[in-house]
């Protein structure tokens, strides 16, 4: 799996959007992006993901450059409620044998 | 309905005794997983079993034995707990093996005294 960087922390004002950033320059072809977030006290969520173009679903959006070395995680309206650590994952789809690694992630706090 | 039930949600036991979490999942997945979640918040696998045959071993201690009487259920028992074992423990699924869109269960917090 491609290596990620994410920045450890980030603030985002209630009903701003929050652009949570994602590195991954040694991405290869077949591998996606995807993002978890992880709630104080509760279990990993899935977000979203992609391979080349951008994502949206009722959760966030997701959007890749074009060279797909990097990423980035937008919640148009962060609410307090959106406090949690938010991993990203690079990873060829459908590759038994294997399962998820968790990085550091990045650690969201939207405060009022 | 919850996708991924875990229970118990809290344990707390002494050093030297044998406890068991319990998962389910009713979203009629054939891959489960278990994680640790150490007090450094790393997130790590440890056991995955596709259809009730393990699949992913993590090198971890075989104090731990994972059984999975059918393809909804992943136990996880823990045999002589050591103070280390203190960690919140995640059970997921997947539709299939290697799929990486996991259903992960609230967690079970295990404290070793």
């Known amino acids: 799996d491609a290596k990620t960087t994410q920045p450890t922390s980030m603030d985002c004002a209630e009903g701003r959007a929050a652009n949570l950033p994602c590195n991954h320059s040694?991405?290869?072809?077949?591998?996606?992006v995807y993002w978890y977030r992880q709630i104080h006290s509760q279990g990993p969520q899935y977000i979203i993901h992609g391979l080349k173009n951008n994502e949206t679903n009722e959760m966030a959006s997701l959007i890749i450059t074009e060279d797909r070395k990097s990423s980035t995680l937008i919640l148009p309206h962060a609410t307090l409620r959106d406090t949690a650590v938010y991993y990203c994952?690079?990873?060829?789809?459908?590759?038994?044998?294997?399962?998820?690694?968790f990085g550091k992630g990045t650690t969201l706090s939207v405060s009022s | 309905d919850t996708a991924v039930s875990q229970t118990p949600k809290y344990l707390v036991t002494q050093m030297g005794n044998d406890k068991s979490i319990k998962c389910e999942q009713n979203l009629g997945h054939d891959t489960m997983y278990w994680y640790k979640q150490d007090s450094k918040k790393f997130l790590k696998i440890m056991f995955s079993y596709n259809n009730k045959e393990l699949i992913i071993n993590e090198t971890v201690p075989n104090r731990f034995s994972p059984k999975s009487p059918d393809k909804a259920h992943l136990n996880l028992h823990i045999n002589s707990l050591e103070l280390g074992d203190s960690a919140v423990y995640f059970c997921?699924?997947?539709?299939?093996?290697?799929?990486?869109?996991?259903?992960f269960g609230a967690g079970s917090r295990l404290t070793v005294l």
């Open positions: 997921a699924s997947s539709s299939r093996p290697g799929a990486n869109v996991l259903t």
């Open positions: 040694t991405i290869s072809g077949n591998e996606y």
């Open positions: 994952i690079v990873r060829v789809a459908g590759q038994a044998g294997t399962a998820l690694i």
